[in-house]
């Protein structure tokens, strides 16, 4: 089955970088179109950024545009994150995941979802 699984979370404080990993695995890892959202409590999960299969297509939240990067290893089934100036309101559960053909914003457009993993930022 298909599993995405992310790594590299954790706590930082503000002005840090975190780089989040995402293995994927039970796919045709370049048939899909990748993407990372998040969410805090309360709050309609939102997109982060997001890449199709070949890296020419890249979406990003205006709130992070100039301070993350979204990339893929399409040989190692693997997509990534990195983060730099963190801000305090950048914490948030970030999620990775997947969807067949082109990205989209939507996350009920996404087939797959890894488990999620936490980011903190502290001021």
């Known amino acids: 089955q298909v599993q995405l699984v992310e790594s590299g979370g954790g706590s930082v404080q503000a002005g840090g970088s975190l780089r989040l990993s995402c293995a994927a695995s039970g796919l045709t890892f370049t048939n899909n179109g990748m993407a990372w959202f998040r969410q805090v409590p309360g709050k309609a999960r939102e997109l982060v950024a997001a890449?199709?299969?070949?890296?020419?297509?890249?979406d990003y939240a205006d709130s992070v545009k100039g301070r993350f990067t979204i990339s893929r290893d399409n040989r190692k089934n693997m997509v990534y994150l990195q983060m730099n100036s963190l801000k305090p309101e950048d914490t948030a559960v970030y999620y990775c995941?997947?969807?067949?053909?082109?990205?989209?914003?939507?996350?009920?457009?996404?087939?797959?979802w890894g488990q999620g993993i936490q980011v903190t930022v502290s001021s």
């Open positions: 995941a997947a969807r067949y053909g082109s990205i989209r914003s939507a996350p009920y457009d996404y087939d797959y």
């Open positions: 890449i199709n299969w070949s890296g020419v297509s890249i």
